[in-house]
């Protein structure tokens, strides 16, 4: 269902003053507010959610020993968590706008503590790829809750909403790489993943006690002209075509930073150690706050003007990152820069595609995220090319004519659609 008038949800009018909310308010979607307390057990559910798919990094060594796999193929884990997430996002998060939202969190909730023991409990390599697959399908309950957020939280709170939750899912990604370490120093890699099945139930019965009904009316049709309607929104709404495409960019150069740090770091002059480069992901806090900010300044209205900082920003972070083998302090501003930049373009992205379609909100955070992971896919494969050829310099090149093009695509749309 195309907009009546399109070209203006680019602009600072893309936030429309919040008043995309309550044009569509007669169309099912919820205007009450969303408490704090409330916003903060979705964040907190969200961290809980989106750990499950990093717990693995640093444990890699430890499953390959146990389970007598090489290091060369380990590494198909992290794929396999991926392309459960990917197929989730297109399969599963769309439900949001057909079920109650409610159960459907929390059956989510309670599915990833069975895959989660899955894991745990695996004792072939096919067994442990296959329950690999199923945490991150079911993963995906992140986006769920996001949407869902959006939907409770009145017109005028939903950035700050957005923002909220995004800071615990950012902070899940922080944390997940450290907390695993420690906890598998304690009781192994399988200890990890049942501490996580855990926490998953006990989240899961808070929710079902505290979370609000879900007074959203369901889409019309089943499940497979659902899945259709996805693919239409990328026809009919500019602005998750021009979202979608401010967030591929941002996080492929989010993806060439992350992807391909370690190596400078840990080769000659530096060479660090594992732990002392996981130091640098705290970095990512700067990440958390932008993201509560950036959603207070679209419920303001200046979403667009947001965005075009945080690509100034950046832009600028791959300077000071160029120079990480003289000067350990400069890569640290970099990192700090580039995650508060793009933390804060998606969380700005999100809101501004919620506020257009209001009925669509999960179908529409599942097409959005489809750019999130191209992004980072691409990303990753350039990075690590690039740094194989052309070393570290030029990783900072890449990623920062990446986001050059981001800046220049937002100086396009801001002119073409004024």
């Keep these: 269902m195309p907009l009546k008038s399109p070209a203006p949800v680019i602009m600072d009018l893309e936030a429309n003053k919040a008043t995309g909310g309550h044009a569509n308010s007669s169309r099912g979607t919820s205007t009450s507010s969303l408490s704090r307390y409330q916003t903060f ?9 989106v750990a499950n798919v990093y717990f693995a990094q640093p444990l ?66 096919g067994m442990l790829l296959g329950a690999m697959v199923l945490v991150g399908l079911m993963a995906v309950v992140v986006q769920v809750v996001v949407a869902y957020a ?30 695993s370490g420690a906890v598998a120093d304690l009781a192994g890699w399988r200890g990890v993943y049942f501490v996580s099945a855990i926490l998953m139930v006990g989240i899961a019965m808070v929710l079902f006690r505290t979370m609000p009904a879900s007074t959203t009316l369901p889409a019309k049709g089943g499940y497979w002209p659902l899945l259709h309607s996805v693919f239409q929104l990328y026809l009919t709404e500019r602005t998750l075509r021009v979202r979608g ?38 970095a990512g806090v700067a990440g958390a706050l932008a ?21 100034a920003l950046l832009t600028f972070s791959w300077l000071p990152t160029a120079f ?40 529409l955070v599942g097409a959005y995220m489809c750019f999130y992971s191209v992004g980072s896919g691409l990303g990753a494969i350039a ?34 659609f004024r």
Excluded at 41 to 49: I, M
Excluded at 63 to 88: E, F, K
């Design 245 to 282: 495409t401010f967030a591929l960019l941002i996080f492929a150069a989010f993806s060439v930073l992350w992807t391909s740090m370690v190596l400078p770091l840990s080769a000659p002059p530096l060479s660090l150690s594992h732990t002392q480069i996981g130091l640098f992901g705290l």
């Design 60 to 125: 890699l060594e430890s499953m390959a020993a146990s389970l007598s796999v090489s290091p060369g193929t380990i590494g198909v884990v992290v794929t396999a968590t991926q392309a459960g997430y990917a197929v989730g996002l297109l399969f599963i998060v769309p439900l949001g706008d057909l079920l109650n939202r409610k159960k459907l969190i929390l059956t989510q909730l309670l599915l990833s503590a069975l895959a989660l023991c899955a894991v745990g409990m695996a004792q072939t390599w």
């Design 324 to 363: 990480v083998e003289s000067s350990l302090l400069a890569m640290i501003a970099g990192v700090v820069l580039l995650d508060f930049a793009v933390q804060a373009v998606h969380v700005t992205n999100q809101s501004l595609i919620f506020a257009a379609r209001p009925d669509a909100q999960s179908r």
């Design 41 to 49: 057990l979705f964040a907190v559910t969200c961290a809980l959610a």
């Design 291 to 311: 993201a509560a900010r950036a959603g207070r300044l679209t419920d303001q209205g200046l979403g667009n003007r947001t965005t075009g900082v945080a690509l």
């Design 150 to 179: 959006a939907t409770l939280a009145s017109p005028e709170q939903r950035g700050e909403a957005i923002g909220t939750v995004t800071s615990g899912v950012v902070l899940g990604i922080l944390l997940a790489r450290f907390v």
């Design 383 to 416: 990075a690590t090319y690039t740094y194989a050829h052309f070393g570290w310099v030029a990783v900072c090149i890449l990623g920062a004519a990446i986001s050059a093009v981001a800046l220049l695509y937002w100086i396009y749309t801001t002119l073409t």
